[in-house]
């Protein structure tokens, strides 16, 4: 079959993306996925393991036929096959767009041992045992062949009743090589981390000058991590000083007004003090300062009459007594023996 067939149904990660970013910018909300168990409960087998299948026919189905569904007994047999060291987000990706190429899909991966993988492209960092239990392991892989060949033959196709072979587009922005290139630009750094982790030098392939280079390396970077820690909590700390004397000087503001306002009230100028001591100062005058006498004598009407006194023992009254003869420069009364006489009678 034609592979450029079913190239169109296939979208990269950059074009999803797109679309993605699309829809989210014309406010078009996407729907949730129901909660379910999907996950497998056992690896997918290795094909040398699995009993021959040479009794059953063995019939080659059309793109068309594909597409529309084949019975639940009979899937499509799609192979995809790879190295896939150091298997990452990439890989898992490429098999899943093989996987859902048709309704009902049955996914063969064969993954290729160490001996061609050294020989066509290089060095690889897992071994081949490591990079087929990576495989086995995907959900969306139904069948492992182990040392998968390089070039795909008509007989190999027929002895795993492989239907149709489809490629995958490859995602954009992770590979073997670009995890691979992170490493070695970074080495210092992973080869520190080793060292603390209590990997040896001698397991690392590291000289014992690089080695001492790296702890003293360590030992600065430790120097520089406290010293940034010290001067961020110094920060945190200024600036909680800083919150502090911010409502303290309200605080103290807020004090100040209102003290300055009792003190007006009480010191200013129509202040309670004042009123006080005005008050004070007219009663000390008013208790100091004589009662003034009246402006005009009252007259004769206005007077109390003077009570009039009589003795018991006369009848008549008295006439008033006539006045003394009154001598020049001499002060006094002279009472003559007659009058006294008068008096004894």
Known sequence: MEAQSSSG????????????????????????????????????????????????????????E?????????????????????????????????????PNTHLIVGVCSDDLTHKYKGFTVMNEDERYDAIIHCRYVDEVVRNAPWTLSPEFLTKHRVSMFAPTQRTEGISTSDIITRIVRDYDVYVRR?????????ELNVSFINEKKYHLQERVDKVKRKVRDVEEKSKEFVQKVEEKSIDLI???????????????????????????????????????????????????????????????????????PSPPPHHSGARGYLISEDDDEDDEN
Not at 40 to 62: I, M, Q
Not at 86 to 98: C, E, K, N, T, Y
Not at 194 to 202: D, E, I
Request: hydrophobic content about 30%.
């Open 9 to 64: 149904l296939l979208l990269s990660r950059k074009r999803r993306r797109e679309s993605f970013n699309r829809e989210t910018e014309e406010g078009e909300k996407l729907g949730k996925i129901p909660r379910c168990t999907v996950g497998l409960k056992h690896p997918a087998p290795f094909a040398d393991e699995l009993v021959p299948a040479d009794g059953k026919p063995y019939e080659r189905v059309s793109m068309e």
């Open 194 to 202: 080793n060292l603390q982790r209590g990997y040896t030098a001698k």
């Open 250 to 320: 309200q605080k103290w503001e807020e004090k100040s007004r209102e003290f300055i306002g009792n003190f007006l009230q009480m010191f200013g100028p129509e202040g309670a003090l004042k009123h006080m001591l005005k008050e004070g100062k007219g009663r000390m005058l008013q208790a100091i300062s004589p009662r003034q006498s009246p402006n005009s004598s009252p007259t004769r009407e206005e007077r109390s009459p003077s009570p009039t006194f009589r003795l018991p023992f006369f009848t008549k009254t008295s006439p008033p």
């Open 66 to 102: 594909a597409k529309r569904g084949t019975l639940p007994e009979r899937p499509v047999r799609v192979y995809a096959d790879g190295i896939f060291d150091v298997f990452h987000s990439g890989h898992a990706r490429a098999l899943m767009q093989a996987k859902c190429l048709f």
